[in-house]
């Protein structure tokens, strides 16, 4: 399968899981099952190519002048990534089967579940820094989703909050660093960046580039002091903990460290702040985590401390380190799901993981309560288990490092405390939960759940079990695999055999066995009643509380100087934003002095003076009637654009006249709709207040007079210069060849500068919609609206709108084919399809107009947002069929076809784009209109005489 394809399958699995029955549970976890499977089987498929430190890879071009290109690169430690995550979805999605409830919405469960998967596949398989920024950010979105599946619950939609806040900004972070990397190293693509360590660490930026990139690594695996959002995430179904706290989300933020190992460690910088860090996290999660009575809350700290343990060993830049966070990586994805889900279970039938009410559940639960001890074990780092060869390589780690002295007399102490909390925290899980008396009162009769929901837990289970007895056959060759790319050259020498001698770390590890039990026999009582008041000298530090305190002191200082330095009143804004602007221009004039070109003058001719001559007077008199008139001063503004038209067609712009006149016809009408928002002319009757306004005025003319003297200096200035280099040339010498068609204009929108007609569409629809929904619940004043609306009913009921009526039903097909006429010649001729959408726009617009909304609408449902999704589609299916055939996104090719009767034919797929923007356009500005129409109609106001014609209805909407 192609690489691309297995990248893009989680996230059509995702939009088909979407639109699945709501409650389908069956469904749901088959189809979602089903596409994790086969990605995983892909992926392992792919595990020949990866095995001696070989890469695969896959590009597709996208924006290849900028270095962007979609890169799919994935070498030994990608693909064990990418196994974890897919692999572990497999399982997850078993579980959720039969840990979700009937009344849960399965469907959208398992989109958001197979859309993270994807997104946290592409933070893995990125073969580009800008492209893994993205995926990452998506991790977050999906992640705060999921959090708050149960949006009913408060603790759900704040823990969701919390968790996106914190790892979104540390996102924003990442980006810089990348941005900052890219900078460095000459290149974003993930191979460049990775045989560029030496210059890396040699660059006046790697302090700044360093910093950037651990904010983003460090919020998303929780560390210190980033690590307070993972136990309020708890709040989400124990399947999204399972697999979003053990095998994916958090460990993106290590994957990262990991990823970018051999290019940014190897410093004191990385090595007392990452090592630092991971230091602080280990201790804190795990002296935390005895103190907890939620099981999940529980398990969230040792989570944040073992994700400590491995930010720590990757930063003490030594390869045997990093070998031995790769394997933690592994060790701990496997032992800490299987308890997640073990923890789900004991929920699940009992109804509560409050430990204070969960004893003696082994004589009920004996198979949960076996898998779930042998996993204790697993995470406490008992022998025979997975969890203790890892834990071995740390302390080993810790005692041969050679550092400062007492950083290397400290650090065993500090890794033998963590182990006997761990033994502490592990037993009170293990112990405290399955032995001692029969529980009473709980919510439900504790028993064993069906098979197949222990089906995942045994599973993880048998690996750890498997991994901690016979460990170079099962997992030896993979960790060489895995850990070969993040070393960067030849592996260290290190042994997997169970029994290494009596040596130091094994010494540690008996001795924080042996304490570890010791302390749990001695206060295990002790630590459950301490935990009723919080964990001791930490409770006062609540995380949740400083972040919403923080939260809430910066909201109000935003509304406060918001309040301060803004207004909701338009002419306030308006002339602070003019007067900054003109006070910057001013300032830029006295630093580089305006001063004229020498370029040969054009003469003024005679008729082209008159005709600004007349511009200028509308202008002034639209200006100074929209004190007496608004309907008088909107006819002189329209006789400006009209003015500013014909400039264009003098000008040898046709394409730009045909647009200035069809936006001229829509904005007429938007401003007639706004009239009737409009509060009527109230007469000044004091002389002060009429003082006041005699002064805005005066002030409103004066800083317009500037403002317009300005800009013509500055036009005047530039257009008497010799251009430099012209880009004219280029385009109009490839328009024809390159772009298969003679009009310059339009062949430069909808192929050379394709990507940003894309973006302008898409915010020209995105302002459609948002106008849309701001405008269904708002109603204007009645005293705005009741009487212009009885004069219009009045005057239709007259009748004396009767022909106009007929005659603009009966321009509708005419502007239909004139609008067809602009769009077809639009890319040989003046036109093009946003004119045309604009031309059919006002065509429609007419009808409204002379029969109104509630009349069109029953005889011509448009319904717009359709309009803007479909020319949308339509735009980007475009590029992605370009795509489709090897070539750039938005590359466009020309067919010329033959076709009886008519002849040579040539077929631009850049007229499919084109017909995407007409599509946009006409649907956005039918969006726009209608919305401001649709609130007049919901004010009560007289009905027209019984059997008046239809253009009683007039002026409805207008």
Same mark, same amino acid.
């Not at 935990?531 to 995380?543: E, I, K, Q, S, V």
């Not at 008139?629 to 006789?639: D, E, G, I, W």
């Given at each position: 399968?192609?690489?691309?394809?297995?990248?893009?399958?989680?996230?059509?699995?995702?939009?088909?899981?979407?639109?699945?029955?709501?409650?389908?549970?069956?469904?749901?976890?088959?189809?979602?099952?089903?596409?994790?499977?086969?990605?995983?089987?892909?992926?392992?498929?792919?595990?020949?190519?990866?095995?001696?430190?070989?890469?695969?890879?896959?590009?597709?071009?996208?924006?290849?002048?900028?270095?962007?290109?979609?890169?799919?690169?994935?070498?030994?430690?990608?693909?064990?990534?990418?196994?974890?995550?897919?692999?572990?979805?497999?399982?997850?999605?078993?579980?959720?089967?039969?840990?979700?409830?009937?009344?849960?919405?399965?469907?959208?469960?398992?989109?958001?579940?197979?859309?993270?998967?994807?997104?946290?596949?592409?933070?893995?398989?990125?073969?580009?820094?800008?492209?893994?920024?993205?995926?990452?950010?998506?991790?977050?979105?999906?992640?705060?989703?999921?959090?708050?599946?149960?949006?009913?619950?408060?603790?759900?939609?704040?823990?969701?909050?919390?968790?996106?806040?914190?790892?979104?900004?540390?996102?924003?972070?990442?980006?810089?660093?990348?941005?900052?990397?890219?900078?460095?190293?000459?290149?974003?693509?993930?191979?460049?960046?990775?045989?560029?360590?030496?210059?890396?660490?040699?660059?006046?930026?790697?302090?700044?580039?360093?910093?950037?990139?651990?904010?983003?690594?460090?919020?998303?695996?929780?560390?210190?002091?980033?690590?307070?959002?993972?136990?309020?995430?708890?709040?989400?179904?124990?399947?999204?903990?399972?697999?979003?706290?053990?095998?994916?989300?958090?460990?993106?933020?290590?994957?990262?460290?990991?990823?970018?190992?051999?290019?940014?460690?190897?410093?004191?910088?990385?090595?007392?702040?990452?090592?630092?860090?991971?230091?602080?996290?280990?201790?804190?999660?795990?002296?935390?985590?005895?103190?907890?009575?939620?099981?999940?809350?529980?398990?969230?700290?040792?989570?944040?401390?073992?994700?400590?343990?491995?930010?720590?060993?990757?930063?003490?830049?030594?390869?045997?380190?990093?070998?031995?966070?790769?394997?933690?990586?592994?060790?701990?994805?496997?032992?800490?799901?299987?308890?997640?889900?073990?923890?789900?279970?004991?929920?699940?039938?009992?109804?509560?993981?409050?430990?204070?009410?969960?004893?003696?559940?082994?004589?009920?639960?004996?198979?949960?309560?076996?898998?779930?001890?042998?996993?204790?074990?697993?995470?406490?780092?008992?022998?025979?288990?997975?969890?203790?060869?890892?834990?071995?390589?740390?302390?080993?780690?810790?005692?041969?490092?050679?550092?400062?002295?007492?950083?290397?007399?400290?650090?065993?102490?500090?890794?033998?405390?963590?182990?006997?909390?761990?033994?502490?925290?592990?037993?009170?899980?293990?112990?405290?939960?399955?032995?001692?008396?029969?529980?009473?009162?709980?919510?439900?009769?504790?028993?064993?759940?069906?098979?197949?929901?222990?089906?995942?837990?045994?599973?993880?289970?048998?690996?750890?079990?498997?991994?901690?007895?016979?460990?170079?056959?099962?997992?030896?060759?993979?960790?060489?695999?895995?850990?070969?790319?993040?070393?960067?050259?030849?592996?260290?020498?290190?042994?997997?055999?169970?029994?290494?001698?009596?040596?130091?770390?094994?010494?540690?590890?008996?001795?924080?066995?042996?304490?570890?039990?010791?302390?749990?026999?001695?206060?295990?009582?002790?630590?459950?009643?301490?935990?009723?008041?919080?964990?001791?000298?930490?409770?006062?530090?609540?995380?949740?509380?400083?972040?919403?305190?923080?939260?809430?002191?910066?909201?109000?200082?935003?509304?406060?100087?918001?309040?301060?330095?803004?207004?909701?009143?338009?002419?306030?804004?308006?002339?602070?934003?003019?007067?900054?602007?003109?006070?910057?221009?001013?300032?830029?004039?006295?630093?580089?002095?305006?001063?004229?070109?020498?370029?040969?003058?054009?003469?003024?001719?005679?008729?082209?003076?008159?005709?600004?001559?007349?511009?200028?007077?509308?202008?002034?008199?639209?200006?100074?009637?929209?004190?007496?008139?608004?309907?008088?001063?909107?006819?002189?503004?329209?006789?400006?654009?009209?003015?500013?038209?014909?400039?264009?067609?003098?000008?040898?712009?046709?394409?730009?006249?045909?647009?200035?006149?069809?936006?001229?016809?829509?904005?007429?009408?938007?401003?007639?709709?706004?009239?009737?928002?409009?509060?009527?002319?109230?007469?000044?009757?004091?002389?002060?207040?009429?003082?006041?306004?005699?002064?805005?005025?005066?002030?409103?003319?004066?800083?317009?007079?500037?403002?317009?003297?300005?800009?013509?200096?500055?036009?005047?200035?530039?257009?008497?210069?010799?251009?430099?280099?012209?880009?004219?040339?280029?385009?109009?010498?490839?328009?024809?060849?390159?772009?298969?068609?003679?009009?310059?204009?339009?062949?430069?929108?909808?192929?050379?500068?394709?990507?940003?007609?894309?973006?302008?569409?898409?915010?020209?629809?995105?302002?459609?919609?948002?106008?849309?929904?701001?405008?269904?619940?708002?109603?204007?004043?009645?005293?705005?609206?009741?009487?212009?609306?009885?004069?219009?009913?009045?005057? /239709? @009921?007259?009748? *004396? !709108?009767? =022909?106009? %009526? $007929?005659?603009?039903?009966?321009? #509708?097909?005419?502007?239909?084919?004139? +609008?067809?006429?602009?769009?077809?010649?639009?890319?040989?001729?003046?036109?093009?399809?946003?004119?045309?959408?604009?031309?059919?726009?006002?065509?429609?617009?007419?009808?409204?107009?002379?029969?109104?909304?509630?009349?069109?609408?029953?005889?011509?449902?448009?319904?717009?947002?359709?309009?803007?999704?479909?020319?949308?589609?339509?735009?980007?299916?475009?590029?992605?069929?370009?795509?489709?055939?090897?070539?750039?996104?938005?590359?466009?090719?020309?067919?010329?076809?033959?076709?009886?009767?008519?002849?040579?034919?040539?077929?631009?797929? /850049? @007229?499919?784009? *084109? !017909?995407? =923007?007409? %599509? $946009?356009?006409?649907?956005?500005? #039918?969006?726009?209109?209608?919305?401001? +129409?649709?609130?007049?109609?919901?004010?009560?106001?007289?009905?027209?005489?019984?059997?008046?014609?239809?253009?009683?209805?007039?002026?409805?909407?207008?």
């Amino acid at each position: 399968m192609s690489l691309l394809l297995l990248l893009l399958l989680p996230f059509v699995g995702s939009a088909v899981a979407a639109l699945l029955p709501t409650r389908a549970r069956n469904i749901g976890s088959s189809w979602a099952g089903a596409v994790a499977l086969a990605v995983a089987v892909s992926l392992a498929l792919l595990y020949p190519q990866v095995r001696s430190g070989g890469v695969v890879s896959e590009r597709l071009a996208w924006l290849p002048s900028l270095g962007l290109d979609l890169v799919v690169r994935i070498d030994g430690f990608a693909w064990m990534f990418a196994m974890l995550v897919t692999g572990m979805g497999v399982l997850v999605v078993m579980y959720a089967r039969y840990y979700l409830s009937p009344e849960d919405p399965a469907a959208r469960f398992h989109s958001l579940l197979l859309g993270f998967m994807g997104s946290m596949l592409g933070v893995v398989v990125s073969g580009n820094l800008i492209q893994l920024v993205l995926f990452w950010e998506l991790t977050s979105v999906f992640s705060f989703l999921l959090i708050g599946y149960w949006h009913h619950r408060k603790d759900a939609r704040r823990g969701a909050r919390m968790a996106f806040t914190v790892t979104a900004s540390g996102g924003l972070a990442l980006l810089a660093g990348a941005l900052l990397l890219g900078h460095i190293v000459g290149s974003h693509e993930l191979d460049a960046v990775l045989a560029a360590g030496d210059r890396v660490r040699a660059h006046a930026l790697y302090p700044l580039v360093l910093v950037l990139v651990l904010l983003g690594a460090l919020t998303k695996s929780a560390q210190f002091p980033f690590h307070f959002w993972l136990p309020h995430a708890m709040a989400a179904p124990t399947p999204v903990s399972a697999y979003l706290h053990s095998a994916t989300m958090v460990k993106a933020g290590v994957f990262l460290l990991a990823r970018l190992w051999p290019v940014l460690s190897g410093t004191d910088t990385w090595f007392w702040l990452v090592g630092g860090a991971g230091l602080a996290t280990l201790l804190l999660g795990a002296y935390a985590a005895m103190f907890q009575n939620d099981l999940k809350g529980l398990l969230a700290y040792s989570t944040i401390s073992h994700l400590g343990l491995i930010t720590l060993l990757l930063g003490l830049d030594s390869p045997l380190g990093a070998v031995a966070a790769v394997f933690h990586m592994m060790n701990h994805a496997t032992f800490k799901a299987s308890l997640f889900m073990s923890v789900g279970i004991i929920d699940h039938e009992t109804g509560t993981r409050d430990m204070r009410r969960l004893h003696g559940l082994w004589r009920f639960m004996p198979i949960t309560g076996t898998l779930a001890m042998v996993a204790c074990a697993a995470m406490a780092g008992v022998p025979l288990l997975n969890g203790f060869l890892s834990k071995e390589m740390f302390f080993a780690e810790t005692v041969f490092l050679t550092s400062h002295p007492w950083v290397e007399a400290g650090l065993p102490v500090a890794a033998t405390l963590y182990g006997v909390c761990a033994v502490v925290y592990s037993l009170r899980f293990g112990h405290a939960v399955f032995f001692g008396p029969p529980p009473r009162g709980l919510p439900r009769e504790p028993h064993e759940p069906v098979h197949w929901m222990r089906v995942p837990v045994e599973l993880l289970v048998l690996a750890c079990v498997v991994v901690g007895t016979v460990p170079a056959w099962a997992i030896g060759p993979l960790l060489a695999t895995a850990a070969q790319p993040v070393v960067g050259g030849p592996l260290p020498v290190y042994s997997l055999a169970l029994w290494h001698g009596l040596n130091k770390p094994l010494v540690m590890s008996l001795l924080a066995l042996a304490c570890g039990i010791v302390a749990y026999r001695l206060f295990a009582a002790r630590i459950q009643q301490r935990a009723l008041r919080g964990t001791p000298l930490l409770h006062r530090l609540d995380g949740q509380r400083l972040f919403e305190r923080t939260l809430a002191l910066l909201t109000g200082q935003a509304g406060r100087l918001l309040r301060r330095t803004s207004t909701r009143r338009l002419q306030p804004q308006l002339l602070w934003m003019l007067t900054i602007a003109g006070a910057t221009a001013l300032g830029s004039a006295w630093v580089v002095p305006l001063v004229w070109g020498d370029r040969a003058r054009v003469p003024a001719t005679p008729e082209f003076v008159l005709l600004w001559l007349i511009g200028g007077a509308c202008a002034v008199g639209a200006a100074w009637q929209a004190k007496f008139h608004r309907l008088a001063a909107l006819v002189l503004l329209s006789v400006v654009g009209l003015v500013v038209c014909l400039s264009f067609a003098w000008f040898s712009a046709p394409d730009l006249a045909l647009t200035q006149l069809a936006v001229e016809g829509v904005t007429t009408v938007l401003f007639l709709l706004g009239l009737r928002w409009m509060p009527p002319r109230v007469a000044l009757d004091d002389p002060r207040t009429r003082g006041r306004a005699r002064w805005r005025r005066t002030r409103d003319l004066v800083l317009a007079l500037l403002i317009g003297a300005g800009l013509a200096a500055l036009s005047y200035a530039l257009l008497t210069r010799q251009a430099p280099q012209s880009i004219s040339p280029f385009f109009i010498e490839h328009a024809l060849p390159q772009g298969g068609g003679s009009n310059v204009v339009n062949v430069m929108l909808v192929d050379f500068r394709g990507f940003d007609t894309l973006g302008e569409i898409t915010v020209l629809g995105i302002v459609g919609l948002t106008v849309y929904a701001l405008l269904r619940r708002f109603r204007p004043p009645r005293e705005a609206i009741d009487r212009p609306a009885q004069q219009s009913v009045g005057h /239709a @009921a007259g009748g *004396d !709108l009767l =022909v106009p %009526a $007929v005659l603009v039903r009966l321009l #509708l097909p005419v502007a239909g084919v004139f +609008a067809f006429h602009l769009f077809m010649r639009g890319h040989n001729q003046p036109g093009g399809g946003f004119v045309a959408g604009l031309v059919m726009a006002i065509a429609f617009i007419a009808q409204y107009m002379v029969g109104g909304t509630r009349w069109v609408e029953a005889r011509l449902p448009l319904r717009p947002p359709r309009w803007i999704a479909g020319g949308l589609l339509v735009a980007l299916a475009t590029g992605l069929g370009a795509l489709a055939f090897g070539h750039p996104f938005l590359t466009a090719h020309t067919a010329h076809v033959t076709l009886p009767g008519i002849g040579l034919v040539h077929l631009p797929s /850049a @007229a499919l784009f *084109d !017909l995407g =923007v007409f %599509a $946009v356009v006409l649907g956005a500005t #039918l969006l726009l209109l209608t919305a401001l +129409a649709h609130q007049s109609l919901r004010v009560r106001r007289p009905r027209p005489p019984a059997g008046a014609s239809p253009a009683a209805s007039a002026r409805e909407a207008v």
